[in-house]
């Protein structure tokens, strides 16, 4: 099984991520926030990655790390 891993003070909350993702299971965090305040991107059904890494391909910062 797949596991999507956000660096979460890394992430600035611009949501390209959750743009990418086949399975739209990446979404901006609504309640928690990083250091720098920015609300960070989560994956909200983590049986449902497939592992295909578009969210972090699409990721300008290098916040997201998948694992097969």
Known sequence: MA???VI???C???ALCT???PKKIVELQKEKRN???YFYAVCTDES???GC???AMMCPDCAIVVEK
């Open 3 to 5: 596991k999507m891993t």
């Open 8 to 10: 979460t003070e890394r």
């Open 48 to 50: 449902q990655c497939i």
């Open 19 to 21: 743009t990418a993702c």
């Open 35 to 37: 250091k720098k305040g």
């Open 12 to 14: 600035k909350g611009c």
């Open 53 to 55: 890494a578009m969210c």
